[in-house]
């Protein structure tokens, strides 16, 4: 394979992993420490990761329980929850914050399974994009040192790890929205 085939499997490579991110925090029922990633407190004047100022755990199946290491971070633990997307009411017993997470309803399964679709299409038309991106630069290369034949290998090669990565997409896709529909 081409090295100038690398800088656009690496992007491709960067996307799948940034949907895996985004998919890690859509919560699926059970509790899952994941969907803090995106949380951040202040702590003495910078934004910092929950779990840079917590330990956190998961006690039971549907249960976070977030233990600062110091009290006065409790308040800001609990303000960053209630403002985030989480759409949970944090319980603050004066050591810890706990998150308790509702069974999910049917029609909110559903829902999540029809995010998780949306975002995966998102990281398609992204691969898509790589691979048109890449296309381009192959056809400049016309009239230069490199042969049709090679640019035609060249254009061939990355519509193979286009599909390479559109079939990982879809594999991330339907394991996350097998373990939304899961009761």
């Known amino acids: 394979m081409d090295e100038r085939l690398n800088v656009y499997e690496e992007k491709m490579s960067k996307t799948l992993d940034n949907l895996n991110g985004e998919l890690a925090t859509i919560r699926a029922g059970r509790a899952n420490p994941n969907v803090l990633n995106k949380l951040t407190v ?13 330990n956190v755990s998961v006690p039971e199946a549907r249960m976070i329980q977030i233990q600062p290491w110091e009290k006065s971070m409790l308040k800001e633990i609990e303000k960053a929850i209630m403002t985030s997307d989480l ?12 998150l308790i997470f509702p069974e999910l309803t049917e029609e909110r399964r559903k829902e999540l399974a029809k995010d998780v679709k949306k975002k995966g299409e998102a990281a398609k038309v992204a691969v898509r994009n ?16 490199v042969s049709e034949d090679t640019i035609k290998d060249m254009e061939a090669d990355l519509q193979k790890l286009t599909d390479k990565y559109i079939a990982k997409v879809d594999k991330s896709v339907e394991a996350k929205s097998k373990e939304i529909m899961t009761v």
């Open 130 to 145: 790589i691979r048109r991106d890449g296309n381009e630069a192959f056809k400049k290369l016309k009239g230069s040192e």
């Open 87 to 98: 759409g949970i009411n944090p319980t603050n017993d004066g050591t810890s914050v706990r």
């Open 42 to 54: 202040d702590y003495y004047g910078s934004p910092t990761p929950i779990q840079q100022v917590a």
